[in-house]
């Protein structure tokens, strides 16, 4: 009886020790803690597909921070519009990229947070709308996200898309699955001349100085 019993002790005392020193989970690991810090190493976009008439080839590059926190997509022919100058294709304008995301091992990464940037130019009446999704290849979109604008305006405008940290979807671990964006620009004359005026949305930079932000959520994979 007392082997027995000091049999089982032994156990649980080992059970113990082992529970102890096992390594506990940081800030950053799996499961549970996204958000974490960026991997170190320099991360790699490639742009395998550029479709739409928004981004005609060479018309989109792709940038990553250098804290690796985000990527930028800089645009220089995204321009829909209405009137004066354009045809009647101009009206809506879209493009769709996709991107192979080269990931250090051990980590896996989503987007929290997108911001996105341009100008417009729209007469009294006229309206436009930028909308946009994205997704891991093989996996569900993103519900499109819609903004809209009226006229008269004449200025700068930004959006901002930002997703729960709960709510992030991140790519599979060990699994290789490109990244899918697709946005769009319309624009809608309304009660706007469009025989003598005309009305636009772009988020074209021709100096480099207006682009679209995605940004990274981090989450370390299970080793």
């Not at 800030?27 to 981004?55: F, H, Q, R």
């Not at 091992?105 to 996105?116: A, H, I």
């Not at 997703?163 to 490109?178: Q, S």
Request: with cysteine.
């Amino acid at each position: 009886m007392l082997n027995m019993l000091a049999a089982r002790l032994l156990a649980v005392s080992l059970l113990t020790a082992s529970l102890v020193s096992a390594p506990m989970a940081s800030a950053g690991s799996w499961p549970g803690y996204p958000n974490g810090n960026p991997p170190p190493d320099k991360i790699v976009i490639d742009v395998v597909t550029v479709n739409g008439s928004g981004c005609p080839a060479g018309t989109a590059a792709v940038a990553v921070s250098d804290d690796n926190t985000s990527f930028t997509v800089t645009y220089s022919a995204y321009t829909a519009m209405v009137g004066v100058g354009s045809k009647p294709t101009d009206m809506r304008k879209n493009c769709q990229l996709n991107l192979r995301v080269h990931v250090p091992g051990g980590f896996t990464y989503g987007v929290s947070k997108v911001d996105y940037r341009g100008f417009a130019s729209l007469q009294a009446g006229a309206t436009a709308t930028e909308r946009a999704t994205y997704y891991f290849q093989g996996m569900s979109a993103t519900d499109y996200r819609t903004h809209s604008f009226k006229g008269a305006l004449e200025d700068n405008w930004q959006t901002t898309d930002e997703t729960e940290l709960a709510a992030v979807v991140y790519k599979p671990c060990g699994e290789e699955r490109n990244f899918n964006i697709n946005s769009e620009l319309r624009v809608a004359g309304g009660t706007s001349d469009t025989a003598n005026s005309t009305s636009f949305i772009t988020m074209d930079s021709t100096d480099g100085g207006i682009s679209t932000e995605y940004h990274f959520s981090w989450m370390q994979c299970p080793r």
